[in-house]
């Protein structure tokens, strides 16, 4: 949940170097170079954010970063070690490729292959957030994304009936959520009403 | 937030950046020329406290009504001292000549003009704002989510730049709903040779964790929901374009925000000749190699989403 906010330390090998966890040798060494050049001890984009010290710190973590993941045996090694950490990074990072198109960011699991709990009901609020968090994607990620209210969200997960939003904006929600999970948005829209308008009426 | 019901259509973009010269009003004109030839309606607000300028850039003569009326309360909505320009669907909101200097402005009357900018009725609404880092011009900055820094690839205006953002960064967690000790860390933090030891960001999350989870969460998906723009204004050469995205790696290193690089301008004489001509480049000269960065820029807003409102 730290989200965004980790420490130099804190991140990943990937995180350090601004790419994604599949990235290719060649977006490796383009990432390095870009950090390098950024972090150099002369670049005006830091000297007067980061101490001496601190910019110091940040070159070595680059070098080491770039030294493992263009090492195939390093990297995977690195992965395996590192593998939850790497994972949920997927999620953020995706967000983040400015001009990657959506379909590319939506990810490529489908509800089956995550055996979630359906037991209450196909795309129920609490389906909806064991498969979120099975992605390891947290509440204000899906928000960043769809740019719904995360207690908005929250509520749509909880099935808090009374704190709902009106039907048409009810379903914009579901639709930008399910999409956001890669879920069938028509799908999800038809069963969390019926599900949630068996619990009460929705207005 | 989210997305408002029936303001929806409305972006507020707040153009800043620490330093004088940058060019923050001839970008604040230009896009919003762009913007105009979208057919709706684009809302030009000088709030350059002391130093308004922007009806030069559009080549009108100061204005006989201007902020300082609305403020003076001698006309009752803001609507009233809005004055047309050449160009059709802009119009302008002209700056304060005498009052509201930033120690001049009380809280109160900022705070009604910022309500009542957030009610004009524009598709579109772009704040000039003044140089430096007033509580009043920092306001101004965080009235949109997606406030605008403008930066020229200079030490100085990078480092003005930066602690302008630094400053708009904890003023804007000052404005959460914390418990009084996580506002004093934020305070204390603010002030680089604080006893704690609080260098950056992660350190004062550190500190408000150690006083409160929840206030600590608060603050954290604050920095996530803090979104400014960077444009890079008078590039000359690759490196210098480099600069933008090296700023914004550095910003996400430090502050944990993703600092949106929405273009840059290259360095033009035609911008020059434009200003002492007191014609906006984009009527002058649209065919110039400036103009054309300023239509990216104005394109890229015109796509982003609507910005979300933040009103105390």
Redesign the interface.
């Known amino acids: 949940?730290?989200?965004?906010?980790?420490?130099?330390e804190e991140q990943t090998y990937y995180e350090i170097l601004?790419v994604s966890p599949d990235a290719t040798a060649k977006e490796i060494q383009r990432a390095y170079e870009?950090?390098k050049?950024?972090f150099h001890t002369d670049?005006?984009?830091?000297?007067?954010?980061?101490?001496e010290e601190e910019v110091k710190r940040?070159q070595t973590v680059i070098e080491e970063a770039y030294r493992v993941l263009m090492d195939e045996a390093l990297r995977k090694q690195y992965d395996e070690s590192h593998f939850q950490a790497i994972e949920s990074q997927k999620w953020e990072k995706s967000l983040?490729i400015?001009e990657a198109p959506r379909e590319k960011r939506a990810p490529s699991l489908i509800f089956t292959d995550l055996s979630a709990d359906t037991s209450e009901g196909e795309y129920r609020g609490k389906a909806l957030k064991v498969i979120r968090e099975k992605m390891g994607i947290d509440l204000?990620t899906i928000s960043?994304e769809t740019?719904?209210?995360?207690k908005?969200l929250q509520w749509i997960e909880e099935e808090v009936v009374e704190k709902l939003p009106a039907l048409v904006?009810l379903k914009g929600f579901l639709r930008a959520y399910a999409q956001s999970l890669g879920l069938d948005p028509q799908k999800v829209i038809e069963e969390y009403l019926t599900s949630v308008g068996q619990t009460k009426k929705v207005k | 937030m989210g997305s408002t019901q029936g303001e929806d259509r409305k972006a507020i973009w707040t153009i800043g950046g620490g330093k004088g010269g940058s060019g923050k009003s001839f970008i604040t004109t230009n896009i919003g020329i762009c913007l105009s030839k979208l057919g709706v309606r684009v809302i030009l607000i000088d709030a350059d406290l002391g130093g308004a300028n922007l009806h030069t850039f559009l080549g009108i003569s100061p204005p006989p009504l201007s902020l300082s009326d609305f403020i003076k309360k001698r006309v009752p909505t803001l609507n009233d001292v809005l004055i047309p320009t050449s160009v059709p669907n802009l119009q302008l909101l002209s700056g304060a000549q005498d009052l509201l200097n930033a120690a001049d402005a009380k809280n109160v009357q900022k705070q009604r003009l910022l309500r009542s900018i957030q009610k004009l009725e524009a598709e579109y609404i772009l704040v000039d704002l003044g140089a430096g880092n007033s509580l009043s011009v920092l306001d101004f900055f965080l009235m949109s989510d997606g406030g605008i820094l403008v930066v020229t690839p200079e030490p100085t205006s990078i480092e003005n730049a930066y602690r302008f953002l630094k400053s708009a960064f904890y003023r804007r967690l000052r404005q959460l709903p914390i418990s009084l000790d996580a506002r004093n860390l934020v305070d204390e933090a603010m002030d680089s040779k604080n006893e704690r030891g609080i260098q950056n960001p992660h350190d004062l999350i550190g500190a408000v964790r150690n006083v409160s989870e929840d206030d600590a969460m608060r603050v954290a998906s604050e920095v996530g929901r803090f979104h400014p723009n960077l444009v890079l204004n008078q590039v000359r050469t690759k490196k210098d374009i480099e600069i933008g995205f090296s700023i914004r790696t550095a910003c996400k290193k430090y502050f944990g925000i993703h600092l949106h690089y929405l273009g840059y301008i290259v360095y033009d004489q035609d911008v020059g000749n434009s200003i002492r001509k007191r014609r906006p480049l984009l009527l002058e000269n649209p065919q110039s190699k400036a103009a054309q960065c300023v239509s990216d820029i104005a394109s890229k807003l015109a796509n982003s989403q609507p910005k979300t409102f933040r009103l105390e």
Not at chain 1, 1 to 8: A, L
Not at chain 1, 43 to 51: E, I, R, T
Not at chain 1, 147 to 150: E, V
Request: glycine share 0%.
């Open positions: 949940m730290s989200w965004k906010m980790k420490r130099i601004e870009h950090a050049e950024t670049s005006l984009a830091v000297y007067s954010l980061f101490s940040i983040e400015e204000k960043q740019r719904i209210n995360a908005v904006y």
